[in-house]
Nanobody, 122 residues
Framework: VQLQASGGGLVQAGGSLRLSCAASGRTGRIDSTGWFRQGPGKERELVAAISWSGSSTYYADSVKGRFTISRDNVENTVNLQMNSLQPEDTAVYYC????????????????WGRGTLVTVSS
């Protein structure tokens, strides 16, 4: 499975960005897809995740109500709509995929794309 993330950039506080993760290869293996981020001097954290069917989602408390994860299994993409962005959202964002059913089993995410940088200015 190969993952390609895109959509990062520079935005002012309060603005929006939409990240996209395109999957290719043996995508039938994937049960969960997540977006992780790693900010300056911070550990990597799971921000949002979605099941293959789209019926289950997970959001970190820090992004609830501001970020929305969605997927299109025809296009093999998972998107992260980020609204009301704040400087603390500045990070490199990575999409990752797992064959595990659990969305929050972070160690089960075995397929990773290259990160895309999101910078939020104050």
């Amino acid at each position: 499975v190969q993952l390609q993330a895109s959509g990062g950039g520079l935005v002012q506080a309060g603005g929006s960005l939409r990240l996209s993760c395109a999957a290719s290869g043996r995508t039938g293996r994937i049960d969960s897809t997540g977006w992780f981020r790693q900010g300056p001097g911070k550990e990597r954290e799971l921000v949002a995740a979605i099941s293959w069917s789209g019926s289950s989602t997970y959001y970190a408390d820090s992004v609830k109500g501001r970020f929305t994860i969605s997927r299109d299994n025809v296009e093999n993409t998972v998107n992260l709509q980020m609204n009301s962005l704040q400087p603390e959202d500045t990070a490199v964002y990575y999409c990752a995929a797992s064959r595990a059913y659990s969305l929050v089993a972070t160690t089960a995410y075995e397929y990773w794309g290259r990160g895309t940088l999101v910078t939020v200015s104050s």
